[in-house]
């Protein structure tokens, strides 16, 4: 029985081996490239007006949670559905 079982762990070992290589070399991972944008030298005018144009709006309001109780279980009624 164990020789059995040595003879199809290596059969499954090796066919997952092989599928692998396989993969690996007909169809071999794509690497991603990386498209970086140009980036324009930022002049002393452009910095300064950018947090101008930014705007913060901290008027949302919110509501704490209440806490609520869980309803009561009623022993007699579990005692029922069981």
């Not at 059995?4 to 991972?29: E, K």
């Not at 950018?50 to 709006?57: A, C, G, L, N, S």
């Amino acid at each position: 029985m164990e020789d059995r079982q040595q003879r199809i762990f290596l059969a499954i070992l090796m066919s997952l081996g092989i599928w692998m290589a396989f993969n690996y070399f007909f169809f071999p991972p794509v690497e991603k490239k990386i498209v970086q944008k140009p980036q324009s030298p930022q002049t002393q005018d452009e910095v300064q007006s950018k947090p101008d144009e930014i705007k913060i709006v901290n008027d949302a309001k919110i509501e704490p949670i209440k806490n609520s109780t869980p309803n009561q279980i009623n022993p007699q009624d579990i005692k029922n559905i069981i």
